[in-house]
Each structure stands twice: as C-alpha cells, then as structure tokens.
C-alpha cells in the first residue's frame, strides 16, 4: 500500500553573500538518482567558474547521497543533508553554490551559511504532501448522469469522461475518502454504478505554513 511522503512542490534559486562570499542555494523536485544528477550537471554547467557546487538529495526509496565538493568535510554537504532530513523532505535534491570572496569562513561559518543557503531554497520551493490516491473507473446511465456530476468533480480529481452508450468516469481519489466516495456514488445511483480499481498514484498537496 502507498504511504504519504512529504517533498517539495517546485524548482527554486535563492541567494545571499557571507562575508564577500555568494552563496546560491536551488531546490529541484526529483524522481530517481539518474535525474539528481542529471539536474546536478545543469547547475555545474552553468556555474562552471563557481569555487563549489556542493549538493544533497533524499529519495521516497531511502536512497541518500551528499557532497561538500572540495570544502572541508563536514561543512557543506551533510548540513544540506540535515536541512532535508530535519524537515522529512525526499524526492528532492538541493545544490549550493559557492563564489570564494576571499575571506576564510571557518568550519563554523560554512556550516552556518550551506544550513541557511539550504534552508532558503527549501523553504522557497514550498513543502507539499505526496497523498496516496486510488484511481477507479465507472459508468453510469444519461439519466443519472446529471445526478452524481457535481459530486464527482467536487470530490475527485476527475482524469476523463467519456459519452458513449453510457457516461465513462475514471477518476483519482484520495484514499482516506475512498470508501466515502464509493458509498456516496452507491447510493447516488441506487446501487448501479460499481467501480473498479484500475491503479494507485500520488498527488501533491501544499502543506499549510
């Protein structure tokens, strides 16, 4: 059975100078290792003058990996990594960039700084919950059509509706209003429509600050 997981809910660049250095904090949503990287190799890319491109990502599949990309160990990568885990974040990868401005820092201060560069973009990409949501289909006659529409679409997110002898539904629930919506739309159609189970999914809700 899918279980609910938080994650972030969009891409996000933030930005902020310690001590004559810059620090350039992204956030990206991922699915798997192979796109981490892929994402990382962007920001490397665009930052190929950059004295660091530390990063972090956290997967839904317990996989966890981190860098300090050439800055003393301990002080880039794992706080990024902190950032994630303290606030229950997978699918998620977080590259902090570094400009040297020229003055020392201090294990302290850069620890200090890739919490807060991280802790920026995070809290910028916004915290959503992955929901687990079961995905059916049913048909109900023109007649009562009219009848269970507006629940359907208030109720679920509504993937397609076919007309053709009769009226096609396929639509994705959240699971902890499945049995609800099941019974409403039994009782709706008085007993006739009878959905099937055709899958399972993720949706993404915003979490409330």
């Known amino acids: 059975m899918l279980k609910a997981y938080k994650t972030v809910l969009r891409d996000s660049v933030t930005e902020f100078t310690e001590k004559k250095s810059r620090f350039i904090g992204r956030c990206f949503r991922v699915n798997s290792a192979e796109e981490a990287m892929a994402r990382l190799a962007e920001v490397r890319k665009m930052h190929s003058d950059a004295t660091h491109n530390c990063w972090a990502y956290s997967l839904s599949s317990g996989e966890k990996r981190f860098s300090d990309d050439g800055e003393p160990g301990g002080t880039a990568g794992m706080p990024i990594m ?7 974040i997978t699918d998620a990868l977080i590259v902090v960039t570094r400009y040297f401005g020229g003055i020392l820092l201090g294990s302290g201060g850069l620890v200090r700084a890739y919490s807060r560069s ?4 995070l809290s ?12 059916i289909a049913f048909s109900a006659d023109y007649p009562r059509f ?12 509504v993937d397609s509706i076919e007309f053709q002898e009769n009226v096609r539904f396929r639509v994705t629930v959240p699971n902890e209003k499945l049995d609800g919506f ?16 055709v899958g399972e999914t993720f949706v993404p809700v915003p979490l409330k600050e």
């Open 146 to 157: 009219g009848q269970i529409e507006g629940f359907v679409k208030s109720e679920s997110i």
């Open 182 to 197: 099941i019974r409403t739309l039994s009782d709706k159609t008085d007993g006739k429509t009878v959905p099937a189970v």
């Open 82 to 88: 902190d950032t994630l885990i303290k606030r229950d």
């Open 118 to 121: 991280a802790s920026d973009a």
């Open 124 to 135: 910028l990409s916004g915290e959503g919950l992955m929901a687990p949501c079961t995905v």
